[in-house]
């Protein structure tokens, strides 16, 4: 292990929350437009990384400026933060679960259906575009990329369907390491970055995508009365919903956990092993996206703040990961693999316009949709809101919708491409 110059447990956890929070404070505080392109997430990530890396960044620099003779390897300059910790795997084994029990309970299938209709058709074909999409674009730079970059392209595709919590589950899942996580995070940022701005500018075919869609003419307005209806606010928590939210979350950790070390112990009694592509973190992620979804079909959904007290886990897990991200190892695959995706997320983009074609699905919706799998809620939001205003609970229930299949899609794309 690296020498650091902060080892205690909590330490680091406050470094890493404060990281999170202050990122947060500055981006309302200052409103500087770089956090409109840039997201806090971002930062979150890196900030750990330079922190993990500070170390060797200096010893390179300084053997930069002074030469070899400058550079004592028998003294060598300690990271800020360590790269491995006990802090680390609490959070690993605690965070990223609860924050899927957490993120997956505000999920409402029915009432997506409802609002959204047929965008929900072109939200899904979407999801199967990232899935093709990262198996294709992964197939064509696979030879200037590492033997587990796949795992990357999983990750990716979790993110793109889903959102950063699934970017974090499916990580996990396929335990993937720091730098791996990483190229998917580089990816995730830089291509939202053109693909929003196609995103906004397609409000303006409306009219000759209508005509080339066939859409109903009145479609966009079943779709704001639809909207309109199912507009509801929640009532503020309290700390009895905090109480309960963190019981179900904990209590679901714990029963897949259990669940999965007898799976496990089994297959070791009967001298088996776990399915190619399979392992224990890929069952213990399945077992928790399950059980969260079959919960959310229950009043439970009904807990106010359950995605944010989630969202909270997921940058808390995101700037763990950071700090255990190799930067040399990132920097040398980050031209193939942005490549790669940008061929994903190209193929994304022709599935949804076929989808909306054939299924007579007005740009606007077409639009949220795959703001929706790319971005996010965040992002589903802007693009809704700049469209049309109505649209935006609709975003947010293609989001939620994201987030249920964002796991399953992940793990498929990883699998495929693992195996090519």
């Known amino acids: 292990m690296d020498q650091a110059f902060i080892t205690s447990n909590a330490a680091i956890l406050a470094i890493l929350t404060g990281i999170c929070a202050f990122y947060f404070w500055l981006e309302r505080a200052s409103r500087w437009r770089l956090f409109q392109y840039v997201p806090p997430l971002v930062f979150i990530y890196l900030t750990p990384v330079v922190l993990a890396n500070s170390g060797h960044l200096l010893t390179f620099l300084r053997s930069s400026i002074g030469g070899a003779a400058a550079t004592n390897p028998s003294t060598p300059i300690p990271n800020v933060l360590p790269t491995a910790s006990p802090a680390y795997d609490v959070i690993k084994e605690f965070a990223l679960p609860m924050m899927l029990v957490l993120m997956l309970l505000n999920v409402d299938v029915a009432r997506a259906i409802r609002v959204v209709g047929k965008g929900v058709g072109v939200m899904l074909v979407g999801s199967i575009g990232v899935v093709v999409g990262a198996v294709v674009g992964y197939a064509c730079v696979m030879h200037w990329l590492g033997p587990d970059t796949w795992k990357s392209y999983g990750a990716l595709t979790g993110s793109w369907v889903g959102g950063t919590g699934n970017l974090a589950a499916v990580s996990e899942a396929l335990d993937a390491n720091g730098t791996e996580v990483g190229l998917a995070v580089l990816a995730d940022t830089a291509l939202l970055l053109v693909w929003l701005p196609l995103m906004l500018a397609s409000k303006k075919i409306a009219g000759p995508f209508a005509r080339f869609a066939r859409v109903d ?32 979350a904990f209590a ?16 070791a009694a009967h001298e088996l092993a776990w399915p190619v592509q399979f392992s224990e973190s890929t069952c213990r992620i399945l077992l928790i996206t399950t059980l969260g979804l079959l919960l959310s079909f229950t009043r439970l959904r009904n807990v106010p703040s359950s995605r944010h007290l989630g969202m909270a886990l997921v940058f808390i897990f995101m700037a763990q990961t950071g700090a255990t991200a190799d930067l040399a190892k990132a920097a040398e695959q980050a031209v193939p ?64 919708l994201g987030y249920a299949i964002g796991n399953y899609a992940g793990l498929l794309a990883a699998a495929i491409c693992e195996s090519l």
Not at 223 to 248: H, V, W
């Open 217 to 248: 003419a009145d479609r966009v307005a079943h779709l704001d009365a639809a909207a309109m209806a199912e507009q509801e606010t929640s009532p503020p928590p309290t700390y009895q919903d905090f109480l309960l939210l963190l019981f179900i």
């Open 252 to 267: 679901v950790t714990a029963f897949s956990q259990t669940l999965t070390a007898t799976i496990s112990a089994q297959l």
């Open 337 to 400: 693999f942005l490549i790669g995706a940008a061929i994903c997320i190209s193929i994304h983009g022709l599935f949804i316009l076929t989808a909306a074609k054939f299924m007579r699905v007005d740009i606007h919706t077409a639009a949220v949709a795959s703001a929706a799998n790319i971005g996010g809620i965040a992002t589903a939001s802007c693009v809704a809101a700049h469209h049309k205003e109505s649209l935006m609970p609709a975003g947010i229930l293609l989001a939620l």
